[in-house]
Structures are given as structure tokens and as C-alpha cells.
């Protein structure tokens, strides 16, 4: 069940709307880093989450992604409440589909599920969403680069900070069960390749070494080379055939064609 409060979370406050950061602020409204993405993402995982805990963080977290989305929502309809003309020539995108939010990024792409990344593990799950907010505090870092407005800014640097801190409370869910630091989760174990490291892009002194593939991790392995056979024939009766002057013998496919 849901119950849905009228005040919004933090105070959002435009002092000079421009219709055109409006549109960049859609990022975050119908983007692929953006709010409905985050909340939708949560909240479906959380149906499959057996972790009481977990599926709670998640409910909550989801709720507050809500939040923001409403936020930005009311946001973009400050941005775009300015004098229609000149609102208009600032973004044609609200031009058209009038003021307020729309499901679109900041280019007009319409939203789209396939940003949502979740499924099967808890793991992966949370692993998923430390990137989420990865992207979308950037994101609103890349909306305080280009705005000016003093009251925008405030809103935006809380839901950064918003961001921060839910990247915190995923990582110590993973802690908390040894998978923070550990990449290894599921059913199945790996084979003898889990510690190599292959050196697939070799260049003598510009090959760098760092913890990612050295001792006690990973034994490097400067020349790979491969364990698989040469693929040997490929089984296609549709594909065309080189002249039997070429091939050395008679075509078995269809006839050329005749002059
Ligand atoms: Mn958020
Ligand atoms: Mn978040």
C-alpha cells in the first residue's frame, strides 16, 4: 500500500526559471541515471530479496528515489513555467509537450525499462545499484556544472548527497555479508583461470602493473596464448560460392548463374 505526502522531501526553490537547463534537469527525471530509474530498480528487487533487512533498505531507499523524482519533477516545472515565447525559443522540447516533466531524457529519448538492471542474486543486485548512483550523482554533478540558479543548486546538491549516501548503504549490505571485496557469489565455482591475468594489449614498457594484476591476486600472464583448436568447416548452404575456377573443384551450392 502505498500513502503519498503533498509537502516534498527538501525544499525546492527556483528564483529565474530557463527552460533550457529544464531540459537538461530531464536527465535525471526520464534518463537512464535518473530517478525513476533508481526507484523502479529498488523497488522491483526487492521482491526477490529472502533478506528481511535488505528487502527493507530497499523498500525505504526506493520510496526516497520517489522523493527526488518528484523533486526533479517540480524542478522542471519551475524551469519551464517562464513566458511561453521565449520559453519556447529556449527549448523546443517543452514547446511542444507543454510545462512540466515528461519520460524523456535531455535529448527527447523516451525512458526505457532497459535501464533497470536487477535480477536473481542479492549480489549482483546491490552491485548494480552502487553503479546506479554512480551515474546519477555524476550526473547531478554535470547539472551543478551548468547552473546558476542559487536555489537549483540547493536542491541538487542535497539529491547528490542523497546519492552518497545510498552507495554507502549498499556497500555496507555487501559488507555484511563478505561481498563487498569479495567477487565471487552464487552456485557454481570457478575454474583454474580465476587468478590469471592476461596481458592482452602488449607493448614491452608500456604494460603497467598495479594490484589488478599482481601477487597475492592474480599471477600475470604475459604471453596468452590460446588453448582452442582453429575452428575448421562452416556448414552454410545458403552462402555463395567462388567460381569453380577459384575453388579448385565443382561448387556444390547452386549453379552460377548463366550469361
Ligand atoms: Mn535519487
Ligand atoms: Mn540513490
Not at 51 to 62: E, F, H
Not at 64 to 76: A, D, K, N
Not at 122 to 150: F, H, K, M, P, S
Not at 181 to 188: A, C, E, I, K, L
Request: proline share 6%; with cysteine.
Amino acid at each position: 500500500m502505498f500513502f503519498h505526502r503533498k509537502e516534498l522531501m527538501f525544499p525546492v526553490r527556483v528564483g529565474t526559471p530557463d527552460a533550457r537547463f529544464g531540459q537538461l534537469l530531464l536527465e535525471q527525471f526520464g534518463g537512464a541515471t535518473g530517478e525513476l530509474t533508481a526507484s523502479l530498480q529498488y523497488w522491483v528487487q526487492s521482491f526477490h530479496v529472502q533478506d528481511a533487512g535488505i528487502r527493507d533498505m530497499l523498500q525505504d531507499i526506493a520510496i526516497e528515489e520517489f522523493s527526488h523524482l518528484e523533486m526533479v519533477g517540480r524542478m522542471i516545472e519551475l524551469h519551464t513555467q517562464g513566458p511561453g515565447r521565449q520559453a519556447a525559443e529556449q527549448s523546443p522540447l517543452f514547446a511542444i509537450r507543454g510545462v512540466g516533466p515528461h519520460f524523456l531524457d535531455s535529448q527527447g529519448q523516451a525512458w526505457s525499462a532497459g535501464y533497470i538492471n536487477e535480477g536473481g542474486n542479492v549480489v549482483r543486485d546491490l552491485r548494480a545499484n552502487i553503479a546506479a548512483e554512480a551515474g546519477a550523482r555524476q550526473t547531478y554533478e554535470a547539472l551543478l556544472n551548468g547552473c546558476e540558479d542559487a536555489g537549483t543548486k540547493e536542491a541538487l546538491t542535497f539529491l547528490l548527497t542523497r546519492e552518497i549516501s545510498h552507495t554507502r548503504m549498499f556497500m555496507q549490505a555487501l559488507h555484511a555479508m563478505g561481498k563487498l571485496d569479495d567477487p565471487m557469489f552464487g552456485n557454481v565455482a570457478p575454474d583454474s583461470t580465476v587468478d590469471l591475468y592476461f596481458n592482452m594489449s602488449r607493448d614491452g614498457a608500456l604494460d603497467m602493473r598495479g594490484p589488478w594484476n599482481k601477487e597475492p591476486a592474480f599471477r600475470f600472464i604475459d604471453q596468452p596464448a590460446p588453448e582452442g583448436e582453429t575452428p575448421s568447416q562452416v556448414s552454410n548452404p545458403d552462402d555463395e560460392r567462388m567460381a569453380p575456377a577459384n575453388q579448385g573443384g565443382k561448387p556444390k551450392g547452386r549453379a552460377p548463374a548463366a550469361h
